[in-house]
């Protein structure tokens, strides 16, 4: 029960800091991409640079990643991109291995405890011919607190990675969104005002 009691700790804290991390994360990727194309309309790099900056999430990382390769070849920008989009999805898929295993080994730590609880209930029946009801409850308790246990750590640390699992995959539709808006526009001749950018 100390092991799967640890589990549900360990899993409720790294439910938190993702759900955190996530939450921060999320932006309005059609209005940030708006005032990136803006500012660098005008020429204004250091001011797209600076709006990345500021900009919390993955998504921001990548489009800087390609705004600060932006004088070369579209297929070194997109090369850029990808890479800062590599490091963003391993931060976001950081400890989610563990919120899974918890879900997958605390049931069977729970029959582990089952296994334990009916090996003492037979112990006792070993030792006494004819023992008591009272006696044998206690293996018998034993066995079902650990299994009723093990089922609800587990259970909600299987649906809690389902959930930040998914809430990746949006972010990874968003990063790929926007890397590929914005490797279509800084490969352009011109920004649509005849000016280049640059």
């Known amino acids: 029960m100390w092991l799967i009691l640890l589990n549900g700790i360990i899993a409720a804290l790294i ?3 993702k759900w955190f991390h996530f939450h921060r994360a999320h932006i309005n990727t059609s209005d940030f991409l708006n005032g ?3 500012a660098l309309k005008r020429g204004n790099v250091i001011e797209s640079i600076a ?3 500021e900009t919390p999430g993955p998504v921001a990382e990548v489009v800087k990643a390609g705004i600060t390769n932006r004088d070369r070849p579209r297929e070194e920008i997109r090369e850029a991109m990808d890479d800062a989009a590599r490091v963003e999805i391993a931060r976001l898929e950081r400890r989610l291995v563990v919120l899974a295993t918890i ?3 605390t049931p069977l730590l729970g029959f582990l405890g089952t ?4 090996i003492s209930m037979f112990k006792v029946i070993q030792l006494q011919q004819l023992p008591s009801p009272g006696q ?3 293996g018998v308790w034993e066995a079902l607190l650990t299994t009723a246990g093990g089922l609800v750590v587990a259970v909600p640390a299987y649906v809690a990675y389902n959930y930040l699992t998914s809430r990746v995959q949006n972010i990874v539709l968003d990063m790929e969104r926007a890397a590929n808006e914005m490797i279509s526009f800084l490969s352009r001749k011109d920004n649509g005002n005849g000016e280049p950018v640059k």
């Open 15 to 17: 439910y938190l800091e």
């Open 36 to 38: 990136i194309r803006n």
């Open 51 to 53: 709006l990345c900056d």
């Open 103 to 105: 879900a997958q080994i």
């Open 115 to 118: 296994v334990f609880g009916m």
């Open 136 to 138: 044998l409850a206690g």
